[in-house]
């Protein structure tokens, strides 16, 4: 018992220095963009991997919040983000339920359809949904992004819900089918609120996969008017030289939303995948 009491409390310490070490190298990039954002552009070229700002240079998050355009790219962001998760967190719950819950003739082949979503990659629709929105003239709008960032993430957020949904006891439906209740007041009424852990899990992960990216975005939005907060990052780059400072300054207010978000909802998203995982 002694020997296998010091086995496990060695096997505790290693278990932990490796997490450790794992954690500093996760957060190590944050720090290391932070750091650099308070620097003058010219001390980003150096030896150093990391530099001490003397005196801190918090005129980069001025010049990046004036010159960058972050307020009209935020507002942007806001509303394809929020209403990029609204409409996945709605049609995924809808088809959840469809498939878990109701039979029809081509539920499991249509469910596979949706999951098949999973492995294509954003690339190879870059050119046929620049294509197709260019002849429905939607190009340089917000539904050019709203659309793709909706499609790539409902077979993630379904498969989440079936399995959540899964799990749920059917009595509770068929009570409340007893009662007189109608499919929409079965749907919003009882599984919407006993689905709040998944629906926690999908809004975060939709809103972190949408909220940073560019790819999409520098591809079908050509105009100021319409442009997301990853585009103030290009307002300091130039043909021959570029402000490196304020770039990294730009990133940081770029990340500081989805990192708030994941903080402040991480228990959350581990129990809406756990529960799922674990009951279904």
């Given amino acids: 018992m002694a020997r296998e009491s ?13 997490l450790g ?8 990039p944050l720090v290391w963009l932070i750091d650099f954002s308070l620097c003058k552009s010219g001390d980003v070229y150096g030896a150093n991997i990391l530099k001490i700002p003397n005196p801190p240079q918090f005129i980069n998050y001025y010049l990046a919040w004036r010159d960058g355009k972050i307020p009209q790219y935020f507002i942007n962001s806001v509303i394809v983000n929020v209403t990029s998760v609204l409409l996945v967190v709605l049609f995924s719950l809808m088809m959840g339920y469809a498939f878990v819950r109701m039979e ?11 999951l098949l979503g999973l492995m294509i990659p954003i690339h190879a629709t870059l050119l046929p949904n620049f294509v197709i929105f260019r002849q429905l003239k939607m190009l340089d709008s917000y ?3 709203i659309i793709p960032y909706v499609a790539f993430s409902l077979p993630q957020a379904v498969f989440l819900m079936t399995g959540f949904i899964g799990s749920i006891p059917r009595a509770l439906e068929e009570s409340a089918i007893i009662d007189g209740c109608g499919i929409f007041r079965i749907l919003f009424q009882i599984i919407l609120p006993l689905s709040k852990p998944a629906l926690v899990t999908i809004t975060v992960t939709t809103f972190l996969n949408t909220w940073n990216e560019f790819i999409m975005a520098a591809t079908y939005l050509t105009s100021d008017k319409f442009r997301t907060l990853p585009f103030s990052v290009y307002n300091f780059a130039g043909q021959y030289a570029s402000n490196y400072a304020v770039q990294f300054a730009v ?3 770029v990340a500081l939303p989805s990192l ?3 903080i402040a909802l991480n228990e959350q998203v581990t129990k809406g995948v756990t529960l799922g995982a674990v009951k279904g």
């Fill in 21 to 28: 070490l794992f954690s500093i190298g996760q957060l190590f």
């Fill in 6 to 18: 010091s086995f496990n409390k060695k096997s505790r310490a290693v278990l932990l220095v490796v």
């Fill in 251 to 253: 990133m940081t207010i």
């Fill in 104 to 114: 029809w003739k081509w539920s499991n082949k249509v469910l596979t359809y949706v």
């Fill in 143 to 145: 539904f050019a992004l």
């Fill in 260 to 262: 708030i978000v994941y």
